[in-house]
Nanobody, 115 residues
Framework: QVQVVESGGGLVQAGGSLRLSCAAS????????MGWFRQAPGNEREFVASITSGGTTDYADSVEGRFTISRENPKNWVYLQMNSLKPEDTARYYC?????????WGQGTQVTVSS
């Protein structure tokens, strides 16, 4: 089993920055990749960014160039540095871990960007 817990959300003005953290625990040796998704009220959950155990990253077009995902393998922490935030980035952000063809999700952390 793998568990993930997010932290670091909050309220920020447009143009500001936030860094989200995700801590994985349990059978961390089995984790292949970790990622971030987000869900705004009334919308479906959408992909934001991901990173493999080898360090390969992928981003949604809407955040490319503004967000950076990174990973500390010994600690199995994943970070999402979010810069130049926009009101449309407001959502609940969820971390997941892909392990053994299974996904573990955290409870999410709220990010609110005011205009």
């Amino acid at each position: 089993q793998v568990q993930v817990v997010e932290s670091g959300g909050g309220l920020v003005q447009a143009g500001g920055s936030l860094r989200l953290s995700c801590a994985a625990s349990g059978s961390i040796f089995s984790i292949n990749s970790m990622g971030w998704f987000r869900q705004a009220p009334g919308n479906e959950r959408e992909f934001v960014a991901s990173i493999t155990s080898g360090g390969t990253t992928d981003y949604a077009d809407s955040v490319e160039g503004r967000f950076t995902i990174s990973r500390e393998n010994p600690k199995n922490w994943v970070y999402l540095q979010m810069n130049s935030l926009k009101p449309e980035d407001t959502a609940r952000y969820y971390c997941n871990a892909n392990w053994g063809r299974r996904l573990s999700w955290g409870q999410g952390t709220q990010v609110t960007v005011s205009s």
